[in-house]
């Protein structure tokens, strides 16, 4: 089975604090993302990055940024965290299915809390 | 980019029913996501389509490439179906792009 990990289900911050999100795939893929999820926005794509030291910015990456040393590791980082970054942060790994398809699996999500 | 659109938002059923979810999207695809996420629980993946129908137990998902539309039914509905469902559709290695949910309670 596919495992997605992350660092911490729950984690509490101070603003102003560097905040790092760990995420951890076992299956030697290559593309990776991370998003961020909000009552009534929906899923919404911070990051991602199709090989290791490859990043691209999604829709929302303001106050963000990620770092992918190694193949099977992605991590988001808070430079300074705000209250506005209080969510739900979900790390996904993808790989190639065969005919043109790739299967997207997620990890259990960090529920980050800034006060 | 893609724009993905659900119906119905929000969605309230007795046990027993028959449910149907809709996706539609608006540019063509290579392949269509059905994710489910109970209450405080992680994202996990029902469904990858690219044409046709599958079926899994009581959920059964169908996709009409040519009208840019998807539906996932679950039959004889049970409350533990309550979660929110996702639709998701990719582009090539593109990242997905998510419809915004439906959230199903499914009543005693």
């Known amino acids: 089975d596919v495992k997605v990990t992350q660092s911490s289900r729950y984690l509490v911050k101070r603003t102003g604090e560097k905040v790092f999100l760990e995420c951890v795939q076992d299956?030697?893929?290559?593309?990776m993302f991370w998003y961020r999820q909000d009552p009534g926005l929906g899923l919404r794509l911070i990051y991602f990055?199709?090989?290791?030291?490859?990043?691209e910015k999604g829709d929302i990456p303001e106050g963000y940024s990620v770092s992918r040393e190694k193949k099977e590791r992605f991590s988001l980082i808070l430079e300074s965290a705000s209250t506005n970054q209080t969510s739900m942060y979900l790390c996904a790994s993808r790989g190639y299915f065969g005919q043109g398809l790739y299967e997207q699996y997620f990890g259990p999500g960090t529920r980050l809390t800034v006060t | 980019k893609n724009e993905v659109e659900q119906s119905p938002q929000n969605l309230t059923a007795q046990e027993g029913e028959f449910i149907t979810i809709n996706c539609s999207y608006s540019v063509g695809i290579s392949a269509l996501h059905w994710l489910q996420q109970h209450p405080g629980g992680g994202i996990v993946s029902l469904f990858m389509l690219s044409s046709g129908k599958k079926k899994h137990g009581r959920l059964i998902a169908t996709i009409n490439i040519q009208e840019k539309h998807s539906s996932l039914h679950i039959t004889a509905s049970h409350p533990r179906d309550s979660a929110v469902y996702i639709c998701?559709?990719?582009?090539?290695?593109?990242?997905?792009?998510f419809g915004k949910g439906t959230r199903l309670s499914v009543i005693a």
């Open positions: 299956m030697d893929h290559e593309n």
């Open positions: 998701a559709v990719l582009s090539g290695n593109t990242p997905l792009v």
């Open positions: 990055s199709y090989d290791v030291k490859m990043k």
